[in-house]
Protein backbone atom coordinates (compact mmCIF):
# COMPACT_ATOMS: atom_id res chain seq x y z
CA UNK A 1 0.00 0.00 0.00
CA UNK A 2 0.64 3.46 0.30
CA UNK A 3 1.99 3.91 -3.39
CA UNK A 4 3.03 7.28 -5.42
CA UNK A 5 3.37 7.18 -8.95
CA UNK A 6 4.74 10.25 -11.60
CA UNK A 7 4.19 10.36 -15.17
CA UNK A 8 6.15 11.06 -17.05
CA UNK A 9 9.64 9.55 -15.79
CA UNK A 10 11.42 11.32 -18.04
CA UNK A 11 10.84 14.14 -20.27
CA UNK A 12 12.55 16.31 -22.90
CA UNK A 13 11.66 19.74 -23.91
CA UNK A 14 12.77 22.60 -25.87
CA UNK A 15 14.08 25.82 -24.25
CA UNK A 16 10.98 27.96 -23.79
CA UNK A 17 8.09 25.51 -23.87
CA UNK A 18 6.79 24.67 -20.69
CA UNK A 19 5.97 20.93 -19.19
CA UNK A 20 4.08 19.26 -16.60
CA UNK A 21 4.44 16.41 -14.22
CA UNK A 22 1.88 14.50 -12.63
CA UNK A 23 1.96 12.98 -9.14
CA UNK A 24 -0.21 11.16 -7.69
CA UNK A 25 -1.27 8.70 -4.87
CA UNK A 26 -2.69 5.53 -5.94
CA UNK A 27 -4.02 3.93 -2.95
CA UNK A 28 -4.49 6.49 -0.27
CA UNK A 29 -5.61 10.43 -0.26
CA UNK A 30 -2.97 12.85 0.45
CA UNK A 31 -4.05 15.65 2.29
CA UNK A 32 -0.56 16.86 1.66
CA UNK A 33 2.04 16.72 -1.50
CA UNK A 34 5.73 17.90 -1.68
CA UNK A 35 7.71 18.40 -4.45
CA UNK A 36 11.24 18.20 -4.27
CA UNK A 37 14.40 18.70 -6.90
CA UNK A 38 17.58 16.70 -7.08
CA UNK A 39 20.88 17.94 -8.38
CA UNK A 40 23.34 14.95 -9.55
CA UNK A 41 25.77 13.90 -6.27
CA UNK A 42 22.83 16.64 -3.96
CA UNK A 43 20.36 16.55 -1.68
CA UNK A 44 16.93 16.39 -2.38
CA UNK A 45 15.71 19.90 -1.81
CA UNK A 46 12.22 20.60 -1.15
CA UNK A 47 10.58 23.11 -3.57
CA UNK A 48 6.70 23.64 -2.12
CA UNK A 49 4.26 21.92 0.12
CA UNK A 50 0.84 21.65 -1.07
CA UNK A 51 -2.29 20.88 0.64
CA UNK A 52 -5.30 20.00 -1.12
CA UNK A 53 -7.77 22.66 -2.08
CA UNK A 54 -5.19 25.57 -1.33
CA UNK A 55 -2.38 26.99 -2.72
CA UNK A 56 0.89 25.70 -2.39
CA UNK A 57 3.86 27.05 0.19
CA UNK A 58 7.45 27.37 -1.73
CA UNK A 59 10.75 27.67 -0.19
CA UNK A 60 12.44 30.71 -0.38
CA UNK A 61 14.60 30.96 -3.47
CA UNK A 62 11.64 28.74 -5.81
CA UNK A 63 10.03 31.01 -8.05
CA UNK A 64 5.89 30.12 -7.95
CA UNK A 65 5.38 31.59 -11.29
CA UNK A 66 8.14 29.50 -12.99
CA UNK A 67 7.09 26.38 -11.27
CA UNK A 68 3.11 25.91 -10.96
CA UNK A 69 2.11 23.32 -8.62
CA UNK A 70 -2.01 22.14 -8.30
CA UNK A 71 -3.08 20.20 -5.49
CA UNK A 72 -6.93 19.71 -7.34
CA UNK A 73 -7.51 16.48 -5.58
CA UNK A 74 -7.05 14.17 -2.78
CA UNK A 75 -4.60 11.80 -5.28
CA UNK A 76 -2.98 14.32 -7.89
CA UNK A 77 -0.90 16.87 -7.53
CA UNK A 78 0.87 18.65 -11.01
CA UNK A 79 3.80 20.34 -11.00
CA UNK A 80 3.86 22.91 -14.47
CA UNK A 81 7.60 23.92 -15.15
CA UNK A 82 6.68 26.97 -17.27
CA UNK A 83 9.12 28.65 -19.86
CA UNK A 84 11.42 26.12 -19.17
CA UNK A 85 15.50 26.77 -19.64
CA UNK A 86 18.35 24.72 -19.49
CA UNK A 87 19.01 25.07 -15.80
CA UNK A 88 15.41 23.52 -15.30
CA UNK A 89 17.40 20.30 -15.53
CA UNK A 90 17.24 18.19 -13.32
CA UNK A 91 15.57 15.08 -11.20
CA UNK A 92 11.55 16.17 -9.64
CA UNK A 93 10.59 13.63 -6.94
CA UNK A 94 7.22 14.28 -5.38
CA UNK A 95 5.88 13.20 -2.05
CA UNK A 96 2.30 12.21 -0.49
CA UNK A 97 1.75 12.21 2.82
CA UNK A 98 -2.41 11.37 4.58
CA UNK A 99 -2.26 12.25 8.29
CA UNK A 100 -4.80 9.37 8.86
CA UNK A 101 -2.00 6.87 7.62
CA UNK A 102 1.04 9.05 9.47
CA UNK A 103 1.67 12.22 10.99
CA UNK A 104 5.56 11.85 9.92
CA UNK A 105 6.31 9.31 7.05
CA UNK A 106 6.00 10.52 3.24
CA UNK A 107 5.48 8.54 0.91
CA UNK A 108 7.91 9.22 -2.20
CA UNK A 109 7.42 8.84 -5.96
CA UNK A 110 9.99 7.14 -8.72
CA UNK A 111 11.17 10.61 -9.71
CA UNK A 112 10.58 12.50 -13.18
CA UNK A 113 13.60 13.35 -15.08
CA UNK A 114 13.73 16.45 -16.79
CA UNK A 115 15.85 17.44 -19.52
CA UNK A 116 15.91 21.25 -21.58
CA UNK A 117 17.63 21.00 -24.72
CA UNK B 1 16.39 25.26 10.52
CA UNK B 2 17.94 21.59 10.40
CA UNK B 3 20.85 20.57 8.32
CA UNK B 4 21.96 16.98 7.54
CA UNK B 5 25.49 16.38 6.36
CA UNK B 6 26.96 12.53 4.99
CA UNK B 7 30.45 12.63 4.55
CA UNK B 8 30.66 10.01 2.53
CA UNK B 9 29.36 10.31 -0.83
CA UNK B 10 29.94 6.67 -1.82
CA UNK B 11 31.14 3.38 0.36
CA UNK B 12 32.12 0.35 -1.22
CA UNK B 13 32.16 -3.04 0.29
CA UNK B 14 32.27 -6.72 0.03
CA UNK B 15 29.58 -9.10 0.25
CA UNK B 16 29.07 -9.93 3.95
CA UNK B 17 31.27 -7.35 5.63
CA UNK B 18 29.77 -4.60 7.88
CA UNK B 19 29.32 -1.58 6.92
CA UNK B 20 28.28 1.98 8.65
CA UNK B 21 26.95 5.04 6.85
CA UNK B 22 27.88 8.24 8.27
CA UNK B 23 25.16 10.96 9.81
CA UNK B 24 25.44 14.19 11.48
CA UNK B 25 22.69 16.62 11.70
CA UNK B 26 22.63 20.09 13.16
CA UNK B 27 19.48 21.97 14.96
CA UNK B 28 18.27 24.08 17.53
CA UNK B 29 15.19 22.44 18.11
CA UNK B 30 14.25 18.52 18.78
CA UNK B 31 14.28 16.40 16.06
CA UNK B 32 13.18 13.37 14.33
CA UNK B 33 15.24 11.59 12.52
CA UNK B 34 15.06 9.05 9.25
CA UNK B 35 16.86 6.91 6.78
CA UNK B 36 15.81 6.78 3.12
CA UNK B 37 17.31 3.64 0.75
CA UNK B 38 16.45 4.62 -2.87
CA UNK B 39 17.20 1.79 -5.38
CA UNK B 40 17.77 2.57 -8.90
CA UNK B 41 14.92 4.00 -11.03
CA UNK B 42 12.74 3.84 -7.61
CA UNK B 43 11.60 6.23 -5.08
CA UNK B 44 12.52 7.09 -1.60
CA UNK B 45 11.73 4.53 1.07
CA UNK B 46 11.65 5.00 4.59
CA UNK B 47 14.07 2.36 5.99
CA UNK B 48 13.83 3.59 9.37
CA UNK B 49 13.19 6.13 11.59
CA UNK B 50 13.57 7.40 14.88
CA UNK B 51 10.94 9.73 16.93
CA UNK B 52 11.57 8.88 20.49
CA UNK B 53 11.84 6.12 22.91
CA UNK B 54 15.18 3.71 22.67
CA UNK B 55 18.15 5.34 20.86
CA UNK B 56 18.66 2.45 18.72
CA UNK B 57 16.10 1.73 16.08
CA UNK B 58 16.07 -1.44 13.55
CA UNK B 59 14.89 -2.05 10.50
CA UNK B 60 13.07 -5.67 9.48
CA UNK B 61 15.88 -6.26 6.97
CA UNK B 62 19.03 -5.64 9.36
CA UNK B 63 19.66 -2.25 9.52
CA UNK B 64 20.11 -0.57 12.51
CA UNK B 65 20.68 3.34 13.45
CA UNK B 66 21.10 4.69 16.82
CA UNK B 67 20.20 8.22 17.51
CA UNK B 68 23.34 9.78 19.72
CA UNK B 69 22.30 13.78 20.75
CA UNK B 70 25.53 14.48 22.30
CA UNK B 71 26.97 13.74 19.02
CA UNK B 72 24.35 14.26 17.08
CA UNK B 73 24.71 11.57 15.16
CA UNK B 74 22.65 9.01 13.62
CA UNK B 75 24.68 6.45 11.69
CA UNK B 76 23.12 3.59 9.71
CA UNK B 77 24.74 0.19 10.46
CA UNK B 78 24.66 -3.70 9.21
CA UNK B 79 26.48 -6.40 10.54
CA UNK B 80 26.76 -8.34 7.46
CA UNK B 81 26.13 -7.13 3.91
CA UNK B 82 23.79 -8.28 0.78
CA UNK B 83 24.32 -7.80 -2.94
CA UNK B 84 21.31 -6.27 -2.64
CA UNK B 85 22.00 -3.28 -0.42
CA UNK B 86 23.50 -2.04 -3.45
CA UNK B 87 21.31 1.37 -3.21
CA UNK B 88 21.55 4.94 -2.13
CA UNK B 89 21.11 6.06 1.52
CA UNK B 90 19.63 9.08 2.43
CA UNK B 91 19.97 10.71 5.94
CA UNK B 92 16.70 13.34 6.64
CA UNK B 93 15.67 15.16 9.85
CA UNK B 94 12.52 17.42 10.90
CA UNK B 95 11.46 19.38 13.52
CA UNK B 96 9.05 17.58 15.80
CA UNK B 97 5.93 19.05 14.25
CA UNK B 98 7.00 17.51 10.98
CA UNK B 99 6.85 20.48 8.58
CA UNK B 100 9.43 18.90 6.48
CA UNK B 101 12.28 16.60 5.48
CA UNK B 102 15.87 17.91 5.34
CA UNK B 103 18.11 15.42 3.70
CA UNK B 104 21.46 14.92 3.38
CA UNK B 105 23.66 14.45 0.09
CA UNK B 106 23.12 11.02 0.23
CA UNK B 107 25.72 7.62 0.26
CA UNK B 108 25.46 5.33 -2.69
CA UNK B 109 26.50 1.65 -0.61
CA UNK B 110 28.21 -0.36 -3.11
CA UNK B 111 28.60 -4.12 -2.21
CA UNK B 112 30.90 -6.30 -4.46
CA UNK B 113 31.09 -9.84 -4.34
Known amino acids: GAVVSQHPSRVICKSGTSVKIECRSLDFQATTMFWYRQFPKQSLMLMAT?????????EQGVEKDKFLINHASLTLSTLTVTSAHPEDSSFYIC?????????????FGPGTRLTVT | AQSVTQLDSQVPVFEEAPVELRCNYS??????LFWYVQYPNQGLQLLLK??????LVESINGFEAEFNKSQTSFHLRKPSVHISDTAEYFCAVSDTGFQKLVFGTGTRLLVSP
Open chain 1, 50 to 58: SNEGSKATY
Open chain 1, 95 to 107: SARHLALSSYEQY
Open chain 2, 50 to 55: YLSGST
Open chain 2, 27 to 32: SSVSVY
